[in-house]
């Protein structure tokens, strides 16, 4: 049995603003920066991270004695033509409609099909947990879409990916034993983030 947490990086300007940003290298903005400050983070052995600059700097904050793995296939999805904008600006976008009206399972135009993205993150995933030891401890800084997949594929209550949704800042604490994650809760309680 593995301890692992899942914790979403902290807010960037895109994310104040509620623009999809996915593979844009966008640093902690200085809300997000100032979230993380106090938070205990979680004891690790094995500090994993996406390529991304606002993860890096979310577990430079949080495991600042601790060196990071980094995994570039828990790097957040392309968004295509979406990245970058925010709901109000697509609103009039036929490409836009038709992504929403499908649930969000077609492909982003000129970006990363969702199922793809699913699939690359959830195998990502077993390759690093398949390679720590017994008993080892894991916390992952990721993006939400990631933290949404890599659930979606294991978490032993089998929601939907949109159902672990997760704020920027948070953390869940999960068991992995028998190919299944068990989720623990929420790693920071009434934190406004």
């Not at 996406?50 to 979310?58: E, G, I």
Request: proline content about 5%; glycine content about 10%; hydrophobic content about 40%.
């Amino acid at each position: 049995m593995n301890r692992i947490y899942l914790i979403r990086h902290a807010l960037t300007a895109g994310n104040e603003q509620k623009r999809y940003i996915g593979r844009t290298d966008e640093p902690l903005s200085e809300r997000g920066i100032l979230s993380l400050r106090g938070r205990k983070a979680p004891p690790a052995d094995v500090v994993a991270v996406s390529p991304l600059r606002r993860c890096l700097q979310t577990a430079d904050i949080l495991y600042p004695d601790r060196a990071h793995v980094v995994v570039r296939d828990f790097a957040e999805c392309d968004f295509g033509d979406f990245e970058g904008k925010n709901y109000a600006e697509l609103a009039k976008n036929a490409d836009y409609a038709a992504w929403v009206q499908s649930g969000g399972v077609l492909p982003f135009p000129h970006g990363e099909e969702p199922a793809a993205f699913r699939k690359r993150c959830a195998q990502a995933f077993l390759r690093f947990v398949q390679g720590l030891r017994e008993g080892q401890s894991a916390a992952l800084v990721v993006h939400g879409g990631t933290v949404m997949s890599v659930l979606a594929a294991f978490d032993r209550e089998k929601r939907d990916f949109y159902d672990y949704g997760l704020p920027n800042g948070q953390g869940i604490s999960a068991l992995w034993e028998g190919g299944c994650l068990t989720t623990e809760g929420f790693l920071w309680q009434n934190s406004c983030v």
